[in-house]
């Protein structure tokens, strides 16, 4: 549910969790996360590292590579990766450690 100060200054408003997760989901900015490196991904979320490696790109081999490099690497589609980091649909909580 969304409070709204008094002064109505959209950068004053309050919201719950999933509020917040649709605010950074749909402000992600795809083109940089497709210059951000695997190792760096990882660092921020550790669900990145099971999802890349469900498109068969290993933390191991491609650490320093961006996303990018990787996805070229492996013949993949950017926007399919990124899309799936920002919201994975293969992953299911019982699949997490």
Known sequence: MQKIKPNNDPADILCDS???SL?????MDPVSLKD???A?????NYVHAYTLYYFGIQFNEYSEHTLEQACLDKGLNVEQV???LESPTHLKETDLP
């Open 36 to 38: 951000k490196r695997i």
């Open 82 to 84: 990124i899309r799936e």
């Open 40 to 44: 760096q991904l990882v660092e921020e």
């Open 18 to 20: 999933s509020c917040l």
């Open 23 to 27: 605010y950074l989901r749909f402000n």
